[in-house]
């Protein structure tokens, strides 16, 4: 059974930090490039960061010098270090294999100004 079960959001200030983590199936950790998704109320779902199973990474224009995604290959587990949060990062965070149709239950994240 696929599995993708994110924790660690929260309420935080503007400016402050919180690391995202989510714990992956072996299955599809091993094999896929992984990523962090957030939705926003009346958005649509959009990309924050992608990491590839050799290291590389990618981010949104918008994330970028503030988050940063990393992967335990022995923990099979997708972190994601955001850091210099502002309110327009608040939204639910969910953990994702590409190419894979499961979706975890997402993490809320809500940054107060």
């Known amino acids: 059974q696929v599995q993708l079960v994110e924790s660690g959001g929260g309420l935080v200030q503007a400016g402050g930090s919180l690391r995202l983590s989510c714990a992956v199936s072996?299955?599809?950790?091993?094999?896929?490039?992984m990523g962090w998704y957030r939705q926003a109320p009346g958005k649509q779902r959009e990309m924050v960061a992608t990491?590839?199973?050799?290291?590389?990474?990618n981010y949104a224009d918008s994330v970028r010098g503030r988050f940063t995604i990393s992967r335990d290959y022995a923990k099979f587990t997708v972190y994601l270090e955001m850091n210099g949060l502002k309110p327009e990062d608040t939204g639910v965070y969910y953990c994702h294999a590409l190419g894979r149709p499961e979706w975890g239950q997402g993490t809320q994240v809500t940054v107060s100004s």
């Open positions: 072996r299955s599809i950790f091993s094999s896929n490039t």
């Open positions: 990491m590839r199973y050799a290291g590389s990474r």
